[in-house]
């Protein structure tokens, strides 16, 4: 009995941790970089659409004609699941489907997943029309880049 009291109470205090961490994750502040050269404006929605046209590579171009140059993130990361439940609006299955569907069609692959957040930001510092998520305190430190806007994951 007083094992059984033991491990239910060290079980509730996991859940205790856990449930915290998720918390503080949830309330994270993400950005979306841009090349400080990429003069795209606009209010929130319209730069949602946009990134998200240009990510799912439903636009090649930025409006100017700057080729687009979409940067993910490691599957699963932080950045990447807040990115597509925040921006995309889709769920994982969604985007899966999309990227064989635009694999078939037009032998496109979904943007290349970055896990370095340096080597991120020297990417997107370096090609006009690039772009990518990352921390907002990230983000602030990177020369040669911008936000273009922030979010919050859910």
Sequence with gaps: MRNSFISLALA????LVVGGMATAAQAQTFAVVVNAENSFTGDDQTKRTQIKRLYLKEQTAWPGGVESIPFGREA???EQMAFEKSVLAMSSAEIEGH???LKQ???ETPPRGIGSVRILARQVSKKPGAFGVMLVSEAATIEGARIL???TSD
């Design 99 to 101: 990227w064989l569907k």
């Design 12 to 15: 509730g205090l996991v859940c």
């Design 149 to 151: 806007f922030e979010f």
């Design 76 to 78: 699963g990361s932080v």
């Design 105 to 107: 069609i037009r032998g």
